[in-house]
């Protein structure tokens, strides 16, 4: 019987549940593999299972040490190699370059560089992967798969009424009420969205920002600190948020604003799309390239005060571009990248399969 091992498992990934019911009954899911049991996993028949990588920071980014950090990875890079000249076949999806504010940056450079070299197969959701991850490693492309990330239709609940989520928010009708929502970490630049909200200007109604997302103590007291000295109109929940608000959230605002320092594949920008709201994006030229076409997408300027210039030109209630987000949203369902997915992964085990059947003889 051919197998799937994840790692890490498939909670941590974009595309959760999406190899639900597009594999054969007759292979093996282990989703819930952590990365010790991982190690064990893989000297037990390798030529017939499928390591599907995801994150990889569960490998070098959870310690302190630098040392320890090395010994982790090349640990992890030598089993996977006995596991490849075993008949183990690696699948990859490069979720980003390198982690988000990873402590060791050359460890992890290292382990993204074996992983290119290992994988059988390179899942990537952005055309502009290859060319942002070139500093660090190369993606070869004859081993690289584009899969985007899919919208989240049906893995939230329905759409709310616009009017009704502002008037339990007090927000006015006038007035622009910008969403982060999600974990309040320092790449996202909340700090920066709540420097330039608060000393932008508009002809007509406040700027609202409204922050819904898990923060630590310390960011958030980071958080209302800013909110306090810049005057900034807030609407704050900085705790996690259930999957029953979420709809609520997105209701409410006019657009959903990404100021992340560092952007490759964005599910917050589909969740978005998800709920017919735009997005205000840094006028990167990756997400040019990507984004640049679509008519619910906003820009601004990375230079000082770009972010406020873009704001004080945003539009409130924006019918055409809830349309535009909500029907780029329906070109591209989760149902449609499940398919794809499991086709990759589908030639994998086949491959893995021909390969057992083979080493029998």
């Known amino acids: 019987m051919s197998r799937l091992l994840v ?96 402590r060791h ?8 560089r074996s992983l290119s070299r290992l994988a059988d197969t390179i899942h990537i959701m952005s055309i502009s992967t290859a060319v942002a ?4 490693y190369r993606l070869p492309p004859d081993r690289t798969v584009r899969i985007p ?22 927000i006015g009708a006038d007035d622009l009420a910008l969403l982060m929502l999600g974990q ?8 920066e969205l709540i420097e330039e909200a608060g000393t932008a200007t508009r ?31 807030t609407v704050r929940q900085l705790s996690f948020i259930d999957a029953e608000a979420v709809p609520g959230w997105l209701a409410a605002a006019d657009v959903v604003v990404l100021p992340y320092s560092h952007m490759l594949n964005s599910g917050s920008m589909m969740l978005a799309a998800t709920f017919a709201r735009p997005v205000l994006l840094p006028d990167d030229k990756a997400l040019r390239q990507e984004h640049g076409d679509r008519g619910w997408v906003h820009w601004y300027a990375r230079t000082p005060g770009g972010l406020r210039a873009a704001i004080e030109q945003l539009p409130v ?20 990248a499940g398919t794809a ?14 390969s057992h059947a083979q080493h029998d003889r």
């Open 317 to 336: 209630g924006d019918e055409l571009a809830f349309a535009a987000a909500l029907a780029d949203a329906g070109r591209w369902t989760p149902q449609d």
């Open 184 to 191: 309040m970490r320092a790449y996202k630049g909340v700090r």
């Open 203 to 233: 002809q007509s109604g406040r700027v609202v920002l409204l922050l819904a997302g898990n923060a630590t103590e310390d960011e958030a007291a980071v958080i209302n600190a800013l909110v306090e000295d810049h005057g900034v109109e």
């Open 7 to 102: 790692f890490p498992a498939y909670r941590e990934n974009p595309f959760l549940d999406l190899l639900h019911g597009r594999l054969p009954d007759e292979i093996d899911v282990d989703d819930e593999v952590e990365l010790d049991a991982l190690l064990s996993s893989l000297r037990m028949r390798p030529q017939d299972t499928v390591l599907h990588m995801n994150w990889t920071n569960p490998i070098a980014q959870r310690t302190r040490n630098p040392f320890v950090a090395a010994r982790g990875v090349w640990r992890f890079v030598r089993a996977l190699t006995e596991a490849k000249r075993a008949g183990m076949t690696i699948l990859w999806t490069v979720h980003n370059v390198l982690p988000h504010d990873a």
């Open 133 to 136: 991850a070139a500093p660090e």
């Open 149 to 170: 990330h899919p919208s989240y239709f049906g893995a939230y609940g329905p759409r709310e009424d616009r009017a009704a989520a502002r008037e339990r928010l007090g």
């Open 341 to 354: 997915f499991a086709g990759e992964v589908r030639a994998l085990l086949a491959r893995s399969g021909a």
């Open 105 to 112: 940056r050359w460890v992890e450079r290292s382990l993204h």
